[in-house]
C-alpha cells in the first residue's frame, strides 16, 4: 500500500514540476510574443499612471505625448475608445487605458495626456493621467502576470519599480484586445 502511495507522490511532484515549467515558458512567450519590441536582456519603458494602478509600455512603442484634446465620437465605439483624434491632419483612434483596464467609462481630466504609439503599420493615441518616468527594464526582473490569460492577456507581467508594483502592458495584445476599428473605418 505504502509502495502505490510513495508512487502517487512521486506523479504529483513530477507533475508539479511540470506545471512550474510550463508557467515559465508561457510568461516568456508572452514577452517574446506579446510586443515584439521588447529587445534584447534589457527594453527601455514609459512608466505611467491610470487611477492608482502603476502600468508600463515598451518605450519602443512610443512617438510622442501630446496634451488631451477633444476626441470625435466613433459611433458604437466601447466605452474605453475615447473617440478619433486630429493630429497634424492624421485621424487617430484614441483608447482609455484606464476605462480599458476597469472596463467601463472614465471621464477624461483636463490634466490627462494622450502617448501616440506606433504597433506595427498603426499609430493609436492612449489616454493616461500622468507620465512617472523612463526606465530601463531587465527581462529578468520581470514576473508573470497573476491574472488570467483570458481576464488580462494584455498584461504582459509585473515588476518593481521604486518599491511599487507596475504592470508591463503590451501594446500589440492591448490594441487587438480593445475593439478598435480599423484604420479603415
Excluded: C
Excluded at 86 to 114: K, M, T
Excluded at 120 to 133: F, M, P, S, T
Amino acid at each position: 500500500m505504502s509502495k502505490t502511495l510513495e508512487g502517487f507522490d512521486d506523479e504529483r511532484r513530477w507533475i508539479s514540476q511540470l506545471q512550474g515549467e510550463l508557467d515559465r515558458l508561457r510568461s516568456r512567450l508572452a514577452l517574446e510574443i506579446g510586443s515584439s519590441t521588447l529587445p534584447g536582456e534589457a527594453f527601455d519603458a514609459m512608466l505611467f499612471r491610470v487611477g492608482e494602478a502603476r502600468l508600463a509600455i515598451p518605450l519602443a512603442g512610443v512617438e510622442e505625448v501630446v496634451m488631451v484634446a477633444a476626441t470625435a465620437a466613433i459611433p458604437d465605439a466601447p466605452p474605453w475608445i475615447s473617440g478619433l483624434l486630429d493630429l497634424r491632419g492624421e485621424a487617430l483612434v484614441v483608447l482609455d487605458v484606464g476605462a480599458r483596464i476597469q472596463r467601463g467609462q472614465r471621464e477624461p481630466e483636463l490634466n490627462d495626456l494622450i502617448v501616440i504609439a506606433r504597433v506595427e503599420d498603426r499609430r493609436v493615441g492612449l489616454v493616461v493621467q500622468e507620465i512617472v518616468d523612463i526606465v530601463s527594464v531587465d527581462r529578468e526582473e520581470i514576473a508573470s502576470a497573476m491574472t488570467e490569460p483570458e481576464e488580462a492577456p494584455y498584461v504582459l507581467g509585473v515588476f518593481l519599480h521604486e518599491d511599487v508594483q507596475t504592470q508591463l502592458l503590451g501594446l500589440q495584445p492591448l490594441l487587438a484586445l480593445s475593439d478598435l476599428p480599423g484604420p479603415d473605418s
